[in-house]
T-cell receptor
Framework: SAVISQKPSRDICQRGTSLTIQCQVD?????MFWYRQQPGQSLTLIAT?????????ESGFVIDKFPISRPNLTFSTLTVSNMSPEDSSIYLC??????????FGPGTRLTVL | GNSVTQMEGPVTLSEEAFLTINCTYT??????LFWYVQYPGEGLQLLLK?????DKGSNKGFEATYRKETTSFHLEKGSVQVSDSAVYFC??????????????FGKGTKLSVIP
């Protein structure tokens, strides 16, 4: 299994600011995913981040709002831009294992005031 | 498209009671099926998985059997403990020929176990 860490673990931000979330994996992986979990809800995929190419965004998510970087096979960042209270969520990164299982980071708990 | 339908919660059980959380799915071909658990204030942990029909996934006393004929993957535990209180998510991962790698989640079922 993959060990995934995220920074920060939580943050409280002001409306209109941006926050960059980091995801570090202990092994090289081709595909990384970013999910959002709104309070009391299930997970929604934001985008798939492959090394060496632009991220692929799901319907309802755009690059200007959620820019993603994937500089190498063990690291990715997600930025939540121009935040509003509706962006208050848990943001999780994940990677795919050899048996198609996905392993998740501990999440970043974001509160926007 | 793919979808997962999960038993509505919340579910409240007494310690040592039997647990069933129903999960059914719609997908093309032969997806892999998973149960994830989210303890309060934590991220998601993979609880168990099954990759083909009739496989039984098991972990920590939890079991689920991949039933293709009923497109189901119900989670069961014979005797729950207070420490099992968490939110449980059923999920599917499409087979590799489907051209998609998105994990599809159910809405989650919150389980509370009381002493």
């Amino acid at each position: 299994s993959a060990v995934i860490s995220q920074k920060p673990s939580r943050d409280i931000c002001q409306r209109g600011t941006s926050l960059t979330i980091q995801c570090q994996v202990d092994s090289q992986v081709t595909m990384m995913f970013w999910y959002r979990q709104q309070p009391g809800q299930s997970l929604t995929l934001i985008a798939t981040a492959n090394q060496g190419s632009e991220a692929t965004y799901e319907s309802g998510f755009v690059i200007d709002k959620f820019p993603i970087s994937r500089p190498n096979l063990t690291f990715s960042t997600l930025t939540v831009s121009n935040m509003s209270p509706e962006d208050s969520s848990i943001y999780l990164c994940s990677v795919v294992g050899q048996m198609n299982e996905q392993f998740f980071g501990p999440g970043t708990r974001l509160t926007v005031l | 498209g793919n979808s997962v339908t999960q038993m509505e919660g919340p579910v409240t059980l007494s310690e040592e009671a039997f647990l069933t959380i129903n999960c059914t799915y719609t997908a093309t071909g032969y997806p892999s099926l998973f149960w994830y658990v989210q303890y309060p204030g934590e991220g998601l942990q993979l609880l168990l998985k099954a990759t083909k029909a009739d496989d039984k996934g098991s972990n920590k006393g939890f079991e689920a059997t991949y039933r293709k004929e009923t497109t189901s993957f119900h989670l069961e535990k014979g005797s729950v403990q207070v420490s099992d209180s968490a939110v449980y998510f059923c999920a599917l991962f499409p087979y590799s020929g489907a051209g998609s790698y998105q994990l599809t989640f159910g809405k989650g079922t919150k389980l509370s176990v009381i002493p």
